[in-house]
Nanobody, 118 residues
Framework: VQLVESGGGLVQPGGSLTLSCTASGFTFSSYEMSWYRRQAPEKGRDLVAVITSTGQYTRYAESAKGRFTVSRDNAKNMLYLHMNTLKPEDTAMYYC???????????WGQGTQVTVAS
């Protein structure tokens, strides 16, 4: 099983970035997928956005509402996070997370760093 995030980097405040997560080794289309972030090494991971297995429903943290959009392509086993109007406080390591829900299986990616600074 692998979840590999990509697309992170340095962006100026007000800018945009799209993160991608490539999934393999499990039935991607059966899993609820999420993005989490860790803003400091000593802090826990915070939920950013969730998308159901079919992509029909999404849910966002308050900090992400109106600025971030989560999407998925089940044909390509890909998860995305489109981030707009980025703020310095969005600086964090962003992680892809897969949850089978009823099956009790969860997987984490290694993370991709997003830094918002001028």
């Amino acid at each position: 099983v692998q979840l590999v995030e990509s697309g992170g980097g340095l962006v100026q405040p007000g800018g945009s970035l799209t993160l991608s997560c490539t999934a393999s080794g499990f039935t991607f289309s059966s899993y609820e997928m999420s993005w989490y972030r860790r803003q400091a090494p000593e802090k826990g991971r915070d939920l950013v956005a969730v998308i159901t297995s079919t992509g029909q429903y999404t849910r966002y943290a308050e900090s992400a509402k109106g600025r971030f959009t989560v999407s998925r392509d089940n044909a390509k086993n890909m998860l995305y996070l489109h981030m707009n109007t980025l703020k310095p406080e969005d600086t964090a390591m962003y992680y892809c997370y897969a949850d089978s829900l009823r099956g009790g299986k969860v997987y984490w990616g290694q993370g991709t760093q997003v830094t918002v600074a001028s």
